[in-house]
């Protein structure tokens, strides 16, 4: 069917055009290429082109520790590393029944919510940049900031911090990570209104975004697509609620549904979840009980023979990891199940018949990070 | 939500030769690859289980065979079953497509025939997704490339 349309066009029978966006190109949000055919400004279908950074993490692994395979999850989705890291670190402390300190849980939690508030901090920015709106990316990254400025006392990196290991957490936080989390929700509490007074309710913003590029909660289910981006279709996917790890069981909060599925909704969906972290660290910032930062582990972990799942929700979806062990040190196979990559491939369903421009729409805001794909 | 025992009362009533495997994690069933889709099909459509939702697809190289590996979870009744399929044929493995069923299988299988050779008959759009056509397949246990991987 594609072939026939790119051999038309060659010929020149078909007035349609096949135009190459990326691999380098801003609003692909890093090296991916879309395959698009259009007729005029209308997009006829879309092939998405991935593999320009597949570095092969899974094949990596199998020559690697547990302790070492953290560090190469953080470089899948890179904003939201340390809910990668929480999800090696919780199979392999499944997979060896050790109970780990409630300090560590809660602990791990906190720094869940604040990676999910830096990432859709981020997506924010770059959302309202990729619709025209530069000012949105200057506020964003500000605010990020300081999440990252509370990153770096604690773990010394700002980005890619694998602070979780196998067992609890590599060293205990900074005296003034509950000090500096207050302030920050202190201070986003105020800087959120602003979010919306730019963006949500603008009319110029609203013309781009609703109604375009809407998906059923079947077409999210069909092609799993999990995180803020499912959860806009009315998919009740969000697994801290529904699987709960760590200290989510300890925590209240609503999850954000909306039901119409277009790119508003997506775009609501997160903004009201960034309202809910800011809630779920209140609970738990005051609460962090004394304890050991990390259970007793063997100095060598080896996992007993056969298969561990474990699946966590990231800033983007669903992220399930898989080991098969053999009883060595390295994992005889360990498959990641990356949120992005079901996201991806929808697009060619709910960009079709939308004009080019809105495709910049529709894939910022599905928050697609290209590592994470590409693996 | 069903638990491993009312699993395997629907199952073996659907495929009478599927094993079921003890001890472990999740509820789990090894079917022969040729009744594979007949068993997922029937599972996704029966409303007791309703499989609607693919979290997973991918396969394990064990030397002698592979093993594909379905994780399904229904949206409704929120319950989790692993599904493998064993091909026994090590050098030309082959096995059903799940595409038609599950359109987010259909990118899950192509990473699989990437990373490890397995073809899948019925596939819409069986291409490599991640490297070049001549490159080999990593994730099989036997695969060598002296130039860019350093045997420890």
């Not at chain 1, 879309?46 to 990596?60: D, L, N, Q, S, V």
């Not at chain 1, 999850?255 to 969906?269: I, Q």
């Not at chain 2, 199952?11 to 997922?40: C, M, N, R, W, Y």
């Amino acid at each position: 069917m594609t072939e026939e349309i790119i051999k038309d066009v060659i010929i020149g029978e078909s007035e349609d055009y096949i135009v190459n966006i990326g691999p380098q190109h801003p609003s692909t949000h890093g090296v991916l290429r879309f395959e698009v055919c259009l007729q005029g400004e209308t997009v006829k279908y879309i092939i998405p082109h991935i593999g320009y950074i597949h570095r092969g993490i899974e094949k990596m692994c199998e020559s690697l520790t547990y302790p070492q395979i953290i560090h190469l999850t953080d470089r899948m989705d890179y904003l939201s590393a340390h809910m990668n890291n929480e999800a090696v670190c919780l199979c392999v402390e499944n997979a060896l029944q050790v109970e780990v300190p409630e300090r560590v849980k809660y602990i791990r939690t906190i720094l869940d919510e604040l990676n999910r508030l830096a990432s859709h901090q981020l997506w924010w920015a770059a959302f309202g940049m990729d619709l025209g709106a530069l000012t949105t990316f200057f506020y964003g990254l500000r605010d990020r900031e300081m999440i990252l400025d509370i990153f770096e006392e604690s773990f010394g990196s700002r980005l890619l911090h694998s602070f979780n290991t196998p067992g609890g957490l590599m060293h205990d936080v900074h005296p003034n990570f509950q000090k500096k989390i207050k302030e920050f929700i202190k201070y986003f509490r105020k800087k959120l209104p602003e979010y919306d007074q730019l963006l949500t309710g603008n009319v110029i913003f609203k013309q781009r975004a609703v109604g375009i590029g809407p998906m059923s909660k079947e077409t999210a289910i069909a092609y799993g697509v999990t995180g803020p981006s499912g959860r806009g279709s009315g998919w009740a996917c969000d697994l801290r609620k529904h699987a709960p790890y760590s200290a989510y069981d300890k925590v209240q909060f609503t999850e954000c549904l909306e039901t119409e599925g277009d790119t508003y909704a997506r775009y609501k969906v997160r903004m009201r979840e960034m309202w809910e972290s800011l809630s779920i660290l209140e609970q738990l910032v005051d609460n962090i009980p004394e304890g050991d930062y990390t259970a007793k582990m063997k100095p060598i972990i080896k996992l007993p023979a056969g298969e561990f799942f474990q699946r966590v929700e990231t800033a983007r979806g669903e992220l399930a990891v898989y080991i098969v062990s053999d009883g060595n040190k390295t994992p005889y196979r360990i498959r990641f199940r990356t949120p992005n990559f079901s996201n991806l491939f929808v697009i060619n369903t709910i960009a079709s018949n939308f004009k080019i421009a809105d495709l910049v729409a529709i894939s910022g805001s599905l928050d697609l990070v290209i590592p994470d794909i590409d693996r | 939500m069903l638990n491993r025992d009312e699993f395997k009362e629907i199952i073996s009533k659907l495929v009478p030769e599927a094993e079921f495997p003890e001890g472990t994690q999740l509820p789990e069933v090894i079917v022969p690859v040729a009744k594979l889709v007949e068993l997922v099909e029937k599972l996704k459509a029966n409303p007791n289980t309703s499989f609607d939702y693919m979290i997973n697809h991918t396969a394990v190289d064990f030397n002698t065979h592979f093993m594909t590996v379905y994780h399904f979870e229904s949206t409704t009744h929120k319950h989790l079953l692993v599904v493998k399929a064993k091909i026994e044929d090590h050098e030309n493995p082959e096995t059903e497509s799940l595409a038609a069923l599950y359109p987010t299988c259909e990118f899950f299988e192509r990473e699989v025939f990437d990373l490890f050779g397995i073809r899948y008959k019925n596939h819409p759009n069986l291409k490599r997704l991640f490297l070049e056509d001549d490159y080999g397949h990593p994730l099989r246990k036997d695969f060598r490339d002296e130039v860019n991987i350093i045997e420890r």
